[in-house]
């Protein structure tokens, strides 16, 4: 650094001082502005939610800063957050806390309930076999060969009752709905309001009146059974045979990469659709990656940062209004002529990448077959060794681990999946394929082609909260051309529904004697 700008703080007498002196202050403030950024970066922020259109795109967060170095360097990184929480941020956690807990509470208000109407159900019919022999058992005429075979036919629809109502309805809970389901719902209150008839009926006219008739209340319990295995098969019919049949196709997009999936759905409500599209989101879309959707904005900043306008004259010039005017019509102006320029640099840049992970592809598969060749010599040598020497899967992946980690660390920094695969989960694969054998193309398929969601860690999918934002309501059921959308924290799924059409098939017949033919051939050849 010359004199003239060492001094240029304590000068003020010459222009060329003045001009260092502005230069040093802005490059100062622009220090301060990035060093600023680099300590918020790492610091944890909560900010309200800001309001948001129906299809509007869902804000996608930074790239997340993680270690590279996979051991090398264990550097810990601390800074100081400047944002403060407001009531208002105390309030919406508040709130979703405590909705949070009314979720949990009403799905175990549900499940209590539900035990509750089958204990009901499943012992009425056993009250009213038990409860005559109790109240007046020397009334009863004696119970004959007919009315004995009864019992067996109730304990044997009992117990195909009970096993039918465990496996369709106490299933493990796959997630939380928003709504209540109606047809369950409904089913509930119809097979209540059923049990509740019974019991009246069995009041007023046995237990009033102390009916001797023991056979004919065997009947009547037999009766209830019968009807409950009916009530059964309609919910089998409503429940899943329903919903079977396609009737629609949904369209899936990503707001993010615009990533595209078409699926078939039956009749099922807005919220078991979005259900069973969040369920195959996390089987078929590879996952979602923040890193590369940052080379188009640092492209579009790229090319405003060259764009600078300075204001010699200072903000407090009467004419700073009309001037501020004119340098943005100039600034539009020399982006709508770069603009001209950008395919190229698009290119190139395109091109540029696509040779870099090519030629990190290329290293990194030498890199692996070469230490799966060195298992396999350790695998022939085992028989030779001591018994003490014999490596396990996992002490072999950690000693071939270092000659392929370089290759396989460029090459997941080339392709932005650095975020995705830790050391520990990359030596637990290569444990695993060493176990069962398997090839080095089979290794790296994991790295090389993108995988869907649940094929990554539990920290990219688990306990994962999505919010169904629809205008009809979520309990109705899906109709051509509703639209709704499945919104995370990353990103959201846009949801469009067409209805199958129609299909009109008609058949024609063709007479098969009408393809008959016949082949006349010349006694006669040519010579």
Same mark, same amino acid.
């Given at each position: ?10 000068? %003020? %007498?010459?222009?060329?001082? /003045? ?13 301060? =502005?990035?060093?600023?950024? =680099? ?32 051991? $090398? ?67 009863? !005429? ?29 299933? &493990? ?22 049990? +509740? ?17 023991? *056979? ?42 615009? $990533?595209? /999936?078409?699926?078939?759905?039956? *009749? #099922? ?86 040779? /870099? ?23 022939? $040598?085992?028989? !030779? ?84 934002? =629809? ?17 995370? +924290? ?10 199958? &059409? ?13 393809? !008959?033919?016949?082949?006349? #051939? *010349? ?5």
């Amino acid at each position: 650094m010359d004199t003239e700008s060492t001094y240029s703080g304590y000068s %003020h %007498h010459s222009g060329r001082s /003045r001009g260092s002196h502005r230069h040093g202050e802005r490059s100062r403030d622009r220090h301060k =502005s990035r060093s600023k950024d =680099s300590r918020s970066e790492k610091s944890v922020t909560i900010n309200s939610p800001p309001a948001e259109p129906l299809l509007g795109d869902s804000s996608v967060r930074g790239e997340q800063v993680q270690d590279d170095n996979w051991g $090398e360097t264990t550097t810990a990184v601390t800074g100081t957050s400047e944002h403060s929480l407001s009531q208002e941020d105390i309030v919406r956690i508040t709130k979703d806390l405590e909705d949070s807990v009314g979720l949990d509470c009403r799905r175990y208000v549900t499940r209590t309930i539900a035990v509750i109407l089958g204990l009901l159900v499943f012992f009425t019919p056993l009250a009213f076999l038990v409860l005559p022999h109790i109240l007046w058992p020397e009334k009863l !005429k004696s119970c004959g060969t007919a009315c004995e075979g009864l019992f067996i036919s109730v304990a044997f629809k009992l117990l195909i009752l009970l096993l039918a109502v465990w496996a369709l309805f106490f299933r &493990p809970a796959r997630a939380g709905l928003p709504r209540v389901f109606v047809f369950r719902i409904l089913l509930a209150v119809l097979v209540f309001l059923f049990v +509740v008839s019974y019991w009246l009926f069995y009041s007023v006219r046995i237990l009033d009146s102390q009916d001797d008739n023991y *056979q004919g209340i065997v009947q009547y319990a037999v009766s209830l059974v019968d009807a409950l295995l009916f009530i059964h098969y309609l919910a089998v019919v409503l429940l899943e045979l329903r919903q079977l049949q396609p009737c629609f196709s949904v369209c899936v997009t990503r707001s993010t990469d615009g $990533e595209t /999936r078409h699926y078939n759905l039956g *009749q #099922l409500s807005i919220q078991r659709a979005a259900l069973a599209i969040i369920e195959h989101y996390y089987c078929d879309f590879p996952i979602h990656n923040p890193a590369l959707l940052s080379a188009s904005k640092s492209r579009a900043a790229k090319h405003l940062a060259g764009l600078k306008v300075y204001n010699v004259d200072g903000p407090g010039n009467p004419a700073a209004a009309g001037i501020a005017q004119s340098q943005s019509r100039a600034m539009i102006a020399a982006a709508a002529r770069r603009r001209d320029t950008s395919h190229n640099e698009l290119y190139y840049e395109e091109a540029e990448h696509e040779r /870099r992970v090519r030629k990190r592809r290329a290293r990194l598969v030498v890199a692996v077959e070469e230490a799966f060749t060195h298992i396999k010599r350790m695998q022939e $040598e085992e028989p !030779k060794k001591a018994p003490g020497d014999v490596m396990d899967p996992r002490e072999a992946a950690q000693a071939i681990f270092p000659s392929m980690a370089r290759a396989l660390q460029k090459y997941l920094r080339t392709t932005k999946q650095q975020h995705c695969h830790s050391m520990e989960s990359i030596q637990q694969h290569l444990a695993f394929c060493i176990t069962n054998n398997m090839t080095p193309k089979a290794f790296l398929e994991s790295y090389l082609t993108p995988g869907p969601t649940l094929q990554y860690g539990k920290d990219h999918w688990l306990g994962r909260r999505w919010t169904l934002i =629809s205008e009809a309501s979520v309990t109705s059921g899906l109709k051509d051309g509703s639209v709704f959308v499945l919104k995370c +924290v990353d990103f959201s799924l846009v949801v469009t529904t067409k209805k199958i &059409p129609y299909i009109q098939m008609s058949e024609e017949y063709i007479d098969p004697k009408s393809h !008959k033919f016949v082949l006349r #051939l *010349q006694s006669e050849t040519s010579v």
